[in-house]
């Protein structure tokens, strides 16, 4: 009797220790095999016949970081869409949208003066060019600065493609008491502050010309010189000759 006993506890114990090593081994994390389904050692896994399916575990990356370690999100820079001049595109030509009635537009105009004739209407900060049939090819323009206001009637008597610029003494004496000192020249370019196009006034010092600070249109800031963009000089500039009458008004 006391044999059957022991005989039957050492097979308890032989399953018992059975199960816990099939426990421990279950919990065992899978095996990552090779993806060549070709290598030797597999194929004679199905005797020749019939090739196993193996599926490999992915291999995870973990970035190993300190207790205080910042993670860092980097983020693609945003960056402002921004207007470009049509003269120059690699140079900005705005800081904020020109006001629509601004831009070049054919309006209805009723004047006694011929076409072709140039009419600046400096309190409205408009510059017309006359067309046949009642109507003018209006343009935004910069006009003079208080105590720099002037009128008249003159013809162009010069055109200049990116002109240079020479401040008048007047001007540089004037600049200079402020603190700004300006350059005895400046030669025509995107920086000059003429702008891509000027038609001269006669024997006077003022000008029609574009100007390297289009956000100015339509407000008072210049020292007498009417302004305009330097797309919408352009314009101008090719559809009037030298003799063309410019009323100041």
Aim: hydrophobic letters at 40%; charged letters at 20%.
């Amino acid at each position: 009797m006391m044999k059957h006993l022991v005989l039957a506890a050492a097979l308890v114990g032989i399953f018992s220790t059975t199960a816990m090593a099939d426990d421990r081994y279950a919990t065992r994390p899978p095996v990552v095999l090779s993806p060549d389904l070709t290598a030797p050692w597999i194929n004679q896994l199905g005797g020749g016949t019939v090739r196993p399916v193996v599926y490999q575990r992915p291999v995870v990356q973990t970035q190993q970081r300190g207790l205080f370690q910042r993670r860092i999100i980097r983020q693609a820079p945003q960056v402002a869409p921004q207007t470009v001049s049509a003269i120059n595109p690699g140079i900005p030509s705005i800081r904020h949208p020109i006001e629509p009635q601004f831009l070049p537009q054919i309006v209805d105009y009723d004047t006694q003066e011929k076409p072709g004739t140039i009419v600046i209407d400096t309190n409205n900060r408009f510059l017309y060019l006359v067309m046949e049939g009642g109507k003018a090819r209006r343009y935004g323009v910069g006009v003079g600065k208080p105590g720099f206001e002037w009128a008249g009637a003159h013809k162009i008597t010069r055109k200049t493609e990116w002109p240079d610029w020479t401040p008048p003494s007047e001007m540089v004496s004037r600049e200079a008491a402020k603190g700004h000192y300006l350059p005895a020249r400046m030669d025509g370019g995107p920086e000059n502050p003429l702008g891509a196009r000027a038609m001269y006034l006669g024997s006077t010092l003022y000008r029609i010309h574009g100007t390297n600070a289009p956000w100015s249109i339509g407000s008072a800031v210049s020292s007498g010189c009417i302004r305009l963009r330097n797309e919408d000089v352009v314009d101008l500039y090719d559809r009037v000759s030298v003799g063309t009458r410019v009323i100041v008004m």
